[in-house]
């Protein structure tokens, strides 16, 4: 070490480090300084301005309760279990409704739950979805006060107007 | 048996005859657990002799979540979203992996274009972790503006990530077969002009940081891994390459199409300071970065139409066997160890060989003798990932 | 395996290290799986030594060490590997630990540094005792935690430090319900597609 001391006091060392000191401080000052007039702003002030989500954002799931067949497919697909389903038998005789892409519904769907607070957004459950019901909606603010009121029970009646108030299509 | 690593007592510090009466002893210290310099909950126990630490000693364990119990009862399928989690600055690499183990069980063949596009996105996923990593040490060291012109280039990769697969940090992108979805023209467009202005970037942020005197100063001959120490402790990454060894799996045992690519392994070649130190291993990032441009310039060119999504079967039952793969990640070399008891839908045991884990471990070897700024220069340029050393 | 012939490398083993009775286990489709070494228990720090110093296949660094629960047995894979430009390599080496209640291995750590860390693991995880190790602690998990959670009988301790874990006024009894339903489903799906 004493070697690098020495070189550190020799007198050529001392000017070059001090000019390499406030060379390379007023090139990073300048490079900070250009952003005062030649660099836009890239931050959105938020509340305001809101980013417009891509298509294929993954935000709060939404269930259309009336092309739902009660597969369970994406319960079992869920890797933390936070869908709960529960359906039952049609009464015999009972006329056989279809879905929208032309599957039968053979189940009557009693309960249709998803608890956000555990759903990790990973995307499985609506790519396991043979009708395709069961999308992510680009709602992203459900904050709530307590973790009961985070479940979601889509069979509600509101629940519709909750989606076409997110959804403005 | 005298060990080359000394955990046990630290020597006490020789007490000056004249000074004997002022009696010192050591101070404990805890950095952590939310040590702004420590990227996660780690707590580091440091006793101290006045401004220099004796000793260190990592406590893990804050965000330990039983990742690979969890594993054991889930599918094949359904570990892909927790195995995003582990590092999830890099939650791209860190799929691949785990998906490349299991194909490699299953023999799943992916297709061209599918495997181009998980090289593309593993290596701009490298260069948004590279970032990150570039603005938190120098957030660590005291510079506030640089992690900002981090973020700005960041997230760029991350809105295209968004755009692509749906979620900005946890994409469950890369599926076992191939990926979930085709990158449109115009998104590769934008890829290909984004690795432009990050190249001047990367210009700027060097002239920035990487040589500004007063970084310099703090960085460089600090926390100097010798070769030997690396292989000692299983080094790998951006340390063992900032320590001389030009090792990367991506070139010495390539992975997928990795042979196809013609890029550079760079490392620290002691411009400023030492070979080992910790500016020479920030280096390193920021010239990977410039490499990772060359690799997905590589990709737009090769880059045909076609499928992205390989034949799997709907239940993914995997042979009796175990498999090891490890692949090159920002941090280091992640490697997955996955044992199948044959004919069931779950992992029997799924262990995850984490780089953070072992350069954490590594920690100890170089606190003795530094003064507590110089550690956290240390603790910042081994650029560790709490969630992935908890696991 | 990568750059590693295992057959010459189990006859390397037990002509240099006695007793080391290195066994190869050649998976079924040998492109899909991983071919590993098995020895004995009682010779791994002899082995890994001699893995260490060979002149004719150095090993120069250890990845990982991994435990499997194989309920009748416990297994300890450590995964060596070689740094080197030329030739690099990589291999598992195992050892059977037939003593499920009390297993006990020799410690490493004094060939490589890192199985301090990674071996404390293990210990933490699968309740094997490491013999020689300078650092014997839980490392993961608080260090009067009861029970090793990757073992496969483990079950949650009901009482830690005076808390309860899982107590029952914080579980949502509601869902738990709807897990069950969930479970009851499943099987019926299950018992149909048979």
């Known amino acids: 070490m004493s070697t690098a001391v020495e070189q550190n006091s020799s007198f ?132 709530q006060y307590t973790i009961d009121t985070m479940k979601y029970d889509y069979l509600a009646p509101d629940v519709k107007a909750w989606r076409d108030r997110i959804v403005k299509v | ?111 061209r274009r599918g495997e181009l596009i998980r090289i593309m996105t593993a290596e701009l996923q490298r260069i948004a972790s590279h970032l990150m990593a570039f603005g938190t040490y120098a957030l660590d060291l005291g510079a506030f503006t640089p992690f900002l012109y981090a973020f700005e280039e960041r997230e760029k ?141 590589q990709v737009l060119e090769k880059l045909e139409p076609g499928s992205v999504m390989g034949k799997v079967p709907k239940v993914i039952k995997l042979p009796k066997g175990e498999v090891y793969m490890r692949h090159e990640c920002p941090r280091g070399e992640l490697g997955i160890h996955l044992v199948s008891e044959g004919d069931s839908k779950q992992p029997y045991r799924l262990k995850v060989k984490s780089p953070c884990f072992t350069h954490t471990s590594m920690l100890p070897r170089i606190a003795p003798g530094q003064m507590i700024a110089d550690f956290v220069a240390s603790v910042g340029s081994i650029d560790i990932v709490l969630g992935e050393v908890d696991r | 395996m990568l750059n590693v012939d295992v057959n010459k490398l189990a006859e390397l083993i037990n002509k240099n290290v006695p007793g080391a009775n290195a066994t190869v286990s050649v998976p079924e489709d040998i492109k899909k799986c991983d071919s590993s070494v098995t020895v004995e228990a009682s010779k791994i720090y002899s082995v890994v030594e001699f893995l260490k110093t060979n002149k004719e296949m150095p090993f120069n ?60 693991e293990v210990y933490d995880m699968f309740g094997i005792r490491f013999n020689n190790h300078p650092d014997h602690r839980r490392i993961l998990c608080p260090d009067d935690w009861q029970g090793y959670p990757l073992r496969k009988d483990y079950v949650a301790q009901k009482d830690y430090n005076g808390m309860a874990v899982y107590p029952d006024s914080k579980m949502n009894f509601e869902d738990r319900e709807f897990i069950v339903r969930q479970d009851m489903i499943k099987k019926a799906q299950e018992a149909k597609a048979q």
């Open chain 1, 12 to 143: 050529k060392n001392y000017f070059s480090g001090l000019f390499n000191g406030i060379s390379t401080t007023l090139k990073g000052m300048w490079i900070t300084f250009r952003y005062v007039w030649a660099v836009k702003p890239v931050s959105i002030e938020y509340p305001e301005v809101r980013e417009v989500l891509p298509e294929r954002a993954r935000m709060r799931l939404f269930n259309d309760s009336q092309n739902c067949i009660s597969c369970t497919q994406c319960a079992m697909a869920c890797p933390v279990d936070c869908i709960y389903i529960a359906s039952e038998k049609l009464p015999e005789g009972s006329e056989i409704k279809k879905t929208s892409n032309g599957q039968a519904i053979r189940l009557k769907l009693t309960q249709f739950t998803i608890d956000t607070a555990l759903c990790c957004y990973c995307g499985l459950c609506t790519t396991v979805c043979p009708t395709e019901c069961l999308t992510h909606s680009h709602d992203y603010e459900f904050s």
């Open chain 2, 1 to 111: 048996m005298q060990s080359r690593w000394d955990i046990g007592e630290p020597e006490k510090p020789t007490i000056n005859k004249d000074t004997e009466q002022l009696k010192s002893e050591l101070l404990t210290l805890n950095m952590g657990p939310q040590h702004p310099a420590t990227h996660g909950v780690l707590r580091i126990e440091i006793w101290t002799d006045s401004e220099v630490v004796a000793h260190a000693i990592p406590h893990l364990g804050y965000l330990h979540r039983c990742m690979e119990k969890h594993a054991e009862n889930l599918d094949y399928r359904g570990v892909i979203p927790f195995v995003d989690r582990l590092d999830y600055l890099a939650a791209m690499n860190m799929e691949w992996t785990y998906v490349a183990a299991v194909e490699k069980m299953l023999g799943t063949e992916v297709p």
């Open chain 2, 157 to 297: 990769i991350l809105r295209l990530f968004e755009e692509v697969s749906g979620a900005r940090l946890l994409y469950n992108y890369i599926w076992i077969g191939g990926v979930w979805n085709d990158w449109t023209d115009e998104q590769l467009a934008r890829v290909s002009a984004f690795c432009d202005t990050m190249e001047e970037e990367a210009k700027k942020y060097n002239e920035l940081v990487s040589m500004n005197k007063i970084f310099v100063q703090r960085t460089a001959n600090v926390g100097i891994f010798s070769l030997q120490d690396c292989f000692d402790y299983g080094a790998t990454g951006p340390v063992l390459r900032g320590s001389g060894m030009k090792w990367d799996l991506r070139k010495n045992a390539p992975y997928s199409l990795y042979s196809e690519f013609d890029f550079d392994v760079p490392v620290g070649e002691a411009e400023l300071g030492q070979v080992g130190d910790c500016w020479n291993r920030y280096y390193v990032r920021m010239k990977e970065v410039i490499q990772s441009i060359r690799i997905i310039r």
């Open chain 3, 61 to 120: 660094s250890l990845q990982v060490i991994s435990g499997v629960d194989w309920v009748e047995w416990m297994e300890v894979c450590y995964m060596m590997a070689h740094f080197d430009l030329q030739n690099p390599r990589e291999f598992i080496l195992k050892v059977k630990l037939t003593d499920r209640v009390n297993p006990s291995v020799d410690s490493i750590v004094h060939h490589y540094a890192a199985a301090n860390f990674q071996e404390r």
